[in-house]
């Protein structure tokens, strides 16, 4: 135990030891085939103790707790950013998203063709291809709307879900075929789901719709290394829920609360039934699953629960970056392990690549390592020395050795995070040559990085662009009238 907020999972890592014993003896029989499948289960605005693993007494997450139980939690996961687009980039590629000036959420403006990942950065899928691994997307995109980003063009073999960076999640609520139809903000939050290129309409619950995909993808793909890349939008507002879920929660008074729970009850409905797929399949050995939230809880936009964390999604504080993070392996990463060094997003890329020996030499240098050997206990040292967060012009933090640099407009902070988790205490004062060690190494990984190359969501003038496309229309359709009347003409 690191600190005291991590005594309330005591129960969890009694648990967790019988399950190190079960899977010493057992793991010898198992066998990591030369390409593993790779599941990433992505929540979105998820607070980091809203999950059993992670204490939660009061959200039930029994099969997003196996992923811990059975594998390894993270007590210090991080994302590379507080928000979700420049997160997803992140974790997509492996390398620092400001690289590249994914700085902020992208417009979803459909005409804008950069507002995304750029083409010479390689996401996941795009790295695995060449290797044989077939890969599918379900859920929230958010690396833009223009058809030259969409997921079929970047790699993925398969997209069930949505372009924007949020949906609402009622059938009868999707009542838009596309943005062209758009007339108000967040009404691209109503669009039809996308299966690949084709609008298609859902039955049931957006989560659970998500997961049955999830289902048929992995019986489908199961005798090819597959990546899955699982995006829920739950618990992202809107708050939505059906009954069956909201029952689970009497004991909840707060109808927000109650609702964010029972969204997250949904999304671990769904853990369950990949995790069982993957057994019926006998697949379950060789498949790694990732699971973690985007960013960290905005608290009050959907009543999240942050712990002991400072702040929320937005900010560089902890409450902010780092998020609930597990992973499973049965083949290779210990069962019931507590991992306390900082690791972060930007690793899962190079966990797989390394680990299925995919030949990456030819591309851009990634700032995540593969956690396999120093989950063994191989590499007994840190995986990452330092860690760097920015928010382009507004603030800027890094992480060595578990002290925190904050610079935030005129304010400086220094944070002892192994004393003081929730960065109360700033001792900027009382240190301030640690401070400017740390602001020089900021300094010098800054200087590699890209100013915003994009338009940021809000940029988007959807009346000028639709008033624009009903216009062209009728225009085209007074020219086919008009060429139709000469034909007639010229027919009579
Ligand atoms: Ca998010």
């Not at 492996?94 to 459909?110: A, E, H, K, L, M």
């Not at 030259?148 to 009868?172: A, I, M, Q």
């Not at 960290?296 to 712990?307: R, T, V, W």
Request: hydrophobic share 35%.
């Amino acid at each position: 135990m690191k600190h005291p907020y991590f005594k309330n999972t005591l129960k969890f890592n009694a648990c967790a030891v019988l399950c190190v014993v079960f899977n010493f003896c057992f793991s010898t029989t198992l066998h990591a085939s030369e390409k593993p499948n790779l599941i990433v289960i992505l929540t979105d605005d998820q607070g980091y103790a809203d999950v059993g693993f992670n204490g939660s007494k009061e959200i039930f997450t029994p099969h997003i707790d196996r992923i811990a139980t059975e594998g390894t939690r993270f007590t210090q996961g991080y994302v590379s950013y507080p928000v979700c687009g420049p997160s997803r980039a992140g974790l997509l590629t492996g390398r620092y998203q400001d690289r590249f000036g994914f700085v902020g959420n992208p417009t979803i403006d459909p005409t804008v063709d950069n507002a995304g990942i750029p083409k010479d950065e390689k996401n996941i899928a795009e790295v695995l291809k060449p290797a044989g691994y077939t890969s599918g997307i379900l859920g929230k995109w958010h690396m833009g709307t223009h058809p030259d980003l969409h997921p079929n063009k970047r790699g993925f073999d398969h997209f069930f879900g949505f372009l924007s960076g949020g949906h609402r999640y009622f059938p009868e609520e999707l009542n838009i075929n596309d943005l062209s139809q758009v007339t108000k903000k967040w009404q691209w939050y109503n669009t039809r789901l996308l299966r690949n290129n084709e609008r298609v309409d859902i039955k049931e619950y957006l989560t659970d719709e998500l997961s049955n995909d999830a289902v048929d993808f992995i019986k489908r793909e199961k005798d090819n290394p597959f990546f899955l890349y699982v995006a829920y939008n739950a618990p992202h507002a809107p708050l939505q829920a059906t009954q069956e879920y909201l029952d689970r929660y009497p004991h909840i008074k707060n109808k927000r609360r109650k609702t964010y729970a029972a969204m997250i009850s949904s999304v671990d409905d769904g853990v369950g039934k990949i995790l069982d797929t993957l057994k019926e399949q006998g697949i379950d050995d060789n498949t790694i699953i990732f699971f973690l939230s985007d960013n960290g809880g905005p608290l009050e936009k959907n009543a999240s629960d942050n712990g002991v964390l400072r702040g929320g999604k937005g900010a560089p504080f902890e409450g902010g970056v780092r998020v609930p993070f597990a992973v499973r392996w049965p083949a290779k990463i210990p069962a019931g392990l507590d991992y306390h060094e900082p690791v972060i997003s930007l690793d899962i890329l190079a966990t797989i690549v390394d680990e299925a020996k995919v030949d990456i030499s030819k591309n851009k240098p990634l700032d995540g390592v593969n956690l396999v050997p120093f989950l063994t206990g191989e590499n007994k040292g840190q995986p990452h020395d330092v860690l760097f967060w920015r928010s382009h012009g507004r603030w800027q933090a890094s992480l060595t050795n578990n002290t925190k640099m904050i610079k935030q407009k005129n304010s400086q902070m220094l944070y002892d995070i192994n004393t003081d988790i929730s960065e109360q205490n700033n001792v900027y004062k009382k240190n301030k040559s640690q401070y400017n060690k740390l602001q020089q190494s900021y300094q010098q990984w800054n200087e590699e990085l890209e100013d915003g190359a994009f338009p940021k969501l809000g940029s988007w003038d959807f009346k000028k662009q639709n008033a624009e496309a009903v216009n062209a229309e009728a225009s085209k359709n007074q020219k086919n009238n008009k060429k139709s009347a000469e034909q007639s003409d010229a027919q009579e």
